[in-house]
Nanobody, 120 residues
């Protein structure tokens, strides 16, 4: 079992920045590939970014490339999502999950999510 807890969400104006964190705990929680997804009201959960166990490989959704950066600190069992140049369309609940790739079906543990609201 792996437990994931996200933090760092909040309310920010367009053009601002936020950094989300996801702390993993439990058996086999360390050095796992991880990803971030988001879900806006009335929309399906969509891929945002993913990172392999070492941090050497990453991938991003086209909508966030150049604005968001995923990183990790394995000593702290934590994955981060640095979000810059935020837009109102980035408003969503952001979830971290264990797995790799752009398909939600490639992930087997999910956090409870953290709300990000971007105002214009």
């Amino acid at each position: 079992q792996v437990q994931l807890v996200e933090s760092g969400g909040g309310l920010v104006q367009a053009g601002g920045s936020l950094r989300l964190a996801c702390v993993a705990s439990g058996r086999s929680s360390s050095r796992r590939p991880m990803g971030w997804f988001r879900q806006a009201p009335g929309a399906e959960r969509e891929f945002v970014a993913t990172i392999n166990w070492s941090g050497g490989e990453t991938d991003y959704a086209d909508s966030v490339k150049g604005r968001f950066t995923i990183s990790r600190d394995n000593a702290k069992n934590t994955v981060y999502l640095q979000m810059n140049s935020l837009k109102p369309e980035d408003t969503a609940v952001y979830y971290c999950a264990v797995g790799y790739g752009s398909s939600r079906y490639a992930y087997d543990y999910w956090g409870q999510g953290t709300q990000v609201t971007v105002t214009s």
